[in-house]
């Protein structure tokens, strides 16, 4: 399925995945200044560093026969040398070892593979080490366990991208992302704790570092009878390029001026070091960048790889774009849209051509025929503040027999995307909204996210809803499903709906409230939001009751000055009984809508599934669990779920270790997916894990999501409005599969733009002071949970004024003993134990480089700040 190309940078927007960048370069023969690499390059022929891809033939008949493996590469973002795919059996991942092996493919790409001889498999020793057996995972939570994006404050100019707080904390709530998160795999920044396997010979056995010694240490300082395996392998084919081959970073001269090379390219060295460093053809850059290279060593350059040949080590590329100077968010973020394949042109002509040209545009008298005609009823909104794409509300009327009529209205999107317009091509190929802390790239034309679709107050709009009759206590008597034509009657915010909530005997002040259309009374809406929040407690008691899962994560909010756009603060989103009664009745929709479309068609229904954990992973991590002495129950979702709401207390200490075990636990679980029914022929595979039904979808967030849209197609065949969608099975679950691409890439862009406001918050108003949770503990470094702001950051004992440090193991559980340098020549050196669950200060600040922070532990009993190093100096980093 082609689809167009962002602009300015063209390039097929369908192949990005949401999991960034490429290989690492290092260590793969000589950098291009070497003379030995000059040499080489001059003579004849030269020899091979990569091995020739099998023919398609040759791959397909493999994978029939079981011989080669297809998976989705995921690269280390610290050990750019290891990758992994995931193993068919559901066992440990499987590791490809260098960038020779991963021959050319880039992370994110779905590739085939060959395993080795088991001689040159991995051999994983079972004393815990700085080496992750498994790849790294990008957080990637699926909503369904978590409820949410990460909420992110904009400026009143930017006042769509506030939407991200709800819709996390709704619909998605089908609980389903953060951290935060391609198929079957996490992917890409949160470490797995060195826990995999356990020395069982030696209880004690430890490692000391002393000052002179700590670079460098024998993994073999402690001998064990008992050893594993992982399988590895090599790429043998690039079944889909789903990386861009997009990176952004700075340009620089290379190092030998003598070289032939020197006189035709310049280096192009990426920021991401899974990406290999690209020649760039001088004609390409700068006119004066040859005669004055310092004048452009801090400023940021798109460039796409276009070639990559056996015989080089960098890959070929062409410079796109300057983008302006690294550090700043606008060129930052243009370069991380970029890379992730985000359109974010204005949409063309032919686009805009398809939207009604009337302004203002109203309702056809003869559309409103055809519809059941709900605009006298009391529906009203729930968002954010400052939100504008608002595309779903809520009713709640009582009966006369004590049970309710509830009913949630969508935006009727679908209205106005015409099947096989311009207008369809375009959204089906973004797929998704992107949300930015500072702005939203929106799926659709602002016309129709803010205006036609929205469901502003006091206005006609055309709905799809989903309306109950259902019992206090929230048991569905009755269920319709149709087109409808509505008025909201108010938009209010959480804020509102929560003083409601907390509030149910009281009148709020009018000046506490939005505009209320005269037709209704405050008293009304406060009595249907009152009522829909009873029913909704009683559908979350219920939801966990029959074994739903969630997983919250902190989740950080900005706040931005008005003029700059520059980050002013930052706190942890609370998410509370406003946000719960949205997401319960979300939830309610998708679910009746799953099942009524895959009843009506159960070869077309596009439905959306969550598979069940690692299994590898969750094992590991129970054993873990038991030798903390934490009896966590990982049978099921609903037992997870029970085991962390009754094993902590509520005090600031156990919820501390609730938050740190919650991250623990959300590694290993896989991503939902988008799927089409009749291309997965196991039933057993359609269920949710996360939230323990059989059958779901998304319906509630058209104006956002593509698959939506597509579901409001199918709904309305099913009801008789339409034709069926021309969408076979197989073409429908290749448009499954994009919106997947796409959703994982906007939730990694929607991370990378979190993490880009909050290293300029740091570096603008730092240091920033934290207690934080150790989380992991490797024999030279441990990982913390700062828990004020829900970062993660890995602390070296090398970055810190230690006489020595020791690793041991108390029983299985690592233990790094930390030996201070005492601050008075007079007093005994101070030692500090670091355990899992241990509470440390830390100290975030920045770094010279631009964009770059760090954790820094505070010396116990001290208030002054240590001396740092970051991670990006650590695990093999490549250097230019």
């Excluded at 099975?729 to 990694?748: E, F, I, L, T, W």
């Amino acid at each position: 399925m082609s689809h167009p190309d962002p602009q300015p940078n063209p390039r097929p927007l369908g192949t990005p995945r949401g999991v960034s960048s490429v290989v690492g370069p290092h260590g793969v023969g000589a950098s291009p200044g070497d003379k030995k690499s000059k040499n080489k390059s001059l003579r004849g022929k030269k020899k091979s560093i990569f091995e020739t891809y099998m023919s398609k033939d040759d791959v397909s008949e493999g994978l029939k026969r079981g011989t080669l493996i297809q998976g989705v590469l995921r690269i280390n973002p610290k050990k750019f040398h290891e990758a992994f795919i995931p193993s068919p059996d559901g066992d440990r991942d499987i590791f490809i070892d260098g960038v020779v092996a991963r021959n050319r493919a880039l992370n994110g790409d779905l590739v085939v593979v060959k395993l080795l001889a088991e001689e040159h498999w991995k051999v994983i020793k079972p004393e815990s080490n700085d080496k992750d057996t498994e790849g790294t995972y990008e957080s990637d939570l699926p909503e369904d366990v978590c409820g949410s994006q990460i909420p992110l404050l904009s400026p009143k100019d930017c006042p769509n991208s506030p939407d991200v707080i709800i819709e996390a904390q709704l619909d998605d709530s089908d609980s389903e992302d953060r951290h935060g998160h391609p198929q079957n795999v996490l992917v890409d920044g949160v470490k797995r704790l060195s826990v995999c396997t356990h020395d069982k010979g030696k209880e004690n056995a430890d490692t000391s570092v002393t000052k002179d010694q700590r670079t460098s240490v024998s993994q073999d300082t402690r001998s064990s009878p008992e050893k594993s395996l992982q399988k590895s392998a090599k790429v043998v084919y690039i079944l889909e390029k789903k990386h861009s081959r997009a990176a952004t970073g700075l340009l620089k001269l290379l190092a030998d001026k003598n070289s032939e090379l020197f006189r035709k390219y310049a280096l192009f060295s990426p920021s991401d070091h899974r990406v290999p460093r690209i020649y760039v053809p001088l004609k390409d850059c700068p006119q004066d960048f040859v005669t004055r290279p310092k004048d452009y060593a801090n400023t940021l350059f798109i460039c796409r790889i276009v070639d990559w040949k056996e015989d080089c080590n960098f890959a070929l590329g062409q410079l796109a774009k300057s983008l302006g100077q690294a550090g700043e968010i606008e060129p930052e973020t243009e370069g991380i849209l970029t890379e992730y394949g985000v359109d974010f042109s204005d949409f063309p002509p032919e686009v805009l051509d398809c939207l009604p040209q009337a302004r203002p545009w109203t309702i056809p008298p003869e559309e409103i025929t055809k519809r059941r005609d709900l605009r006298k009823d009391c529906i009203f909104t729930i968002d954010p503040s400052t939100a504008r794409d608002l595309d779903d509300a809520l009713s709640c009327k009582p009966l006369p027999d004590g049970t309710f009529e509830v009913g949630v209205h969508i935006a009727d999107v679908s209205y106005f995307v015409p099947e096989g317009s311009e207008l369809d091509r375009v959204a089906a190929a973004r797929a998704t909204s992107v949300y930015l802390v500072q702005k939203v790239i929106p799926m659709l034309p602002r016309l129709l996210c803010e205006e036609l679709c929205s469901l502003n107050p006091m206005t006609d709009k055309l709905t799809f809803s989903v309306i109950w009759t259902l019992t206090p206590e929230g048991k569905i008597l009755s269920e319709w499903f149709g087109r409808t034509v509505i008025r909201s009657c108010t938009k209010l915010s959480y804020d509102h709906a929560q003083s409601m909530i907390e509030s149910p005997g009281k009148r709020l002040p009018e000046e506490q409230l939005p505009p209320i259309a005269p037709e209704h009374s405050a008293e009304d809406v406060h009595q249907a939001v009152t009522h829909l929040h009873g029913i909704a407690q009683h559908l979350r008691r219920q939801r966990f009751a029959d074994g739903a899962l969630r997983l919250d994560q902190l989740k950080l909010a900005f706040t931005l000055d008005h003029e700059t756009g520059l980050p002013q603060g930052c706190h942890v989103y609370e998410y509370r009984d406003s946000n719960r009664l949205v997401e319960e009745f979300m939830l309610l929709a998708n679910m009746a809508v799953a099942r009524k479309i895959f009843r009506t068609f159960p070869e077309r229904a596009l439905l959306r599934r969550h598979p069940p954990p690692q299994t590898k992973m969750m094992a590991d991590l129970l054993e873990f669990c038991d030798q903390l002495g934490l009896h966590m129950d990982f049978s099921s979702a609903g037992a997870l779920n029970k085991s962390l709401t009754e094993t902590f207390g509520d005090d600031k200490y156990s919820l501390a270790r609730k938050e740190v075990l919650t991250n623990m636990c959300s590694r290993p679980m896989q991503m939902a997916l988008y799927f089409c029914a009749g291309v997965l022929r196991d039933q057993a595979q359609f269920h949710h894990y996360a939230l323990n039904v059989p059958l779901y979808t998304h319906f509630t967030s058209p104006i956002r999501r593509f698959p939506d849209v597509l579901v409001h197609r199918l709904l309305a065949a099913a009801l008789g409005y339409r034709g069926l969608p021309a969408l076979e099975p197989d073409v429908m679950q290749k448009q499954a599969d994009h919106c997947n691409d796409r959703r994982m890439a906007s939730k990694r862009v929607q991370e990378l733009s979190a993490n880009l406001f909050f290293a300029v918050l740091v570096k603008e108003s730092g240091p920033l002071q934290s207690e934080a949770m150790v989380l992991g503990v490797l024999n030279q470094a441990f990982d913390v949970l700062v828990l004020r702001y829900g970062v993660q950051k890995r602390i070296y004992c090398n970055a810190l004024p230690l006489r020595s440090h020791r690793f041991q193991r108390v029983g299985k559980k690592p233990e790094l003993t930390l030996e201070w340098e005492p601050q008075d020549k007079q007093q005994e050196p101070l030692q500090q134990v670091i355990t899992v669950f241990s509470l440390v200060e830390v100290v975030l600040r920045a770094e010279s480089a631009a964009l770059k922070f760090s954790a820094i532990l505070q010396r116990p009993g001290s208030e002054g700040f240590l001396g740092c190093q970051s991670d990006s100096d650590q695990d093999d980093a490549p250097q230019d």
